[in-house]
């Protein structure tokens, strides 16, 4: 897998107890999504989540497979989580995934996806050409059709 198929998920957090749980802080559009059979990527080697589950209020756990103590897992506190573009499909929610799959992709002739931030429940997409634009990231705005996500409308932010 190369890198320019791989995209951060999150980092990993300090070991829970004693039997591999690791603390997860992940990007927020995948929290109302079960990770749990996900593959994943932490220094170039591939792990599959065995175990997903909330803990306390907006904290969650993974255990990856194969990981079952406390000393298999400590050292990977602080690392990243990456995931693949093959799970693009896995990951949709409104009509459309997640957006940080496209940042740096053109979305029509004129502009890319410079980036994305979060705002209350709504997700914004930072779009870019000779200068800046800010548009919400929804199906009004957008279309994901064949792994190509496509601006459709600009005419509520000019």
């Known amino acids: 897998m190369t890198k320019k198929n791989l995209f951060p998920l999150g980092v990993?957090?300090?070991p829970h107890a004693l039997n591999g749980y690791i603390y997860l802080n992940h990007d927020?559009?995948?929290r109302k999504f079960n990770l749990s059979g996900l593959d994943v990527f932490i220094n170039d080697e591939e792990y599959k989540i065995e175990d997903f589950k909330t803990h306390l209020k907006n904290r969650y756990?993974?255990?990856?497979k194969d990981l079952d103590s406390i000393n298999e897992i400590v050292n990977f506190r602080d690392q990243d989580v990456l995931i693949s573009l093959s799970e693009i499909d896995n990951f949709i929610s409104n009509n459309?995934?997640?957006p940080g799959f496209f940042v740096g992709s053109q979305v029509n002739t004129e502009f890319y996806v410079q980036n994305y931030f979060y705002?209350?429940?709504l997700i914004y997409l930072t779009l870019k050409k000779d200068s800046e634009i800010i548009i919400p990231y929804n199906s009004d705005f957008?279309?994901?059709?064949?792994n190509?996500?496509?601006l459709i409308n600009l005419d509520l932010v000019q």
Do not use: M
């Open 61 to 64: 756990l993974v255990k990856f």
């Open 96 to 98: 459309l995934p997640w």
């Open 119 to 121: 705002a209350e429940e």
């Open 142 to 146: 957008f279309e994901y059709k064949e």
């Open 148 to 150: 190509i996500l496509t």
């Open 28 to 30: 927020v559009y995948f």
């Open 12 to 14: 990993l957090g300090k």
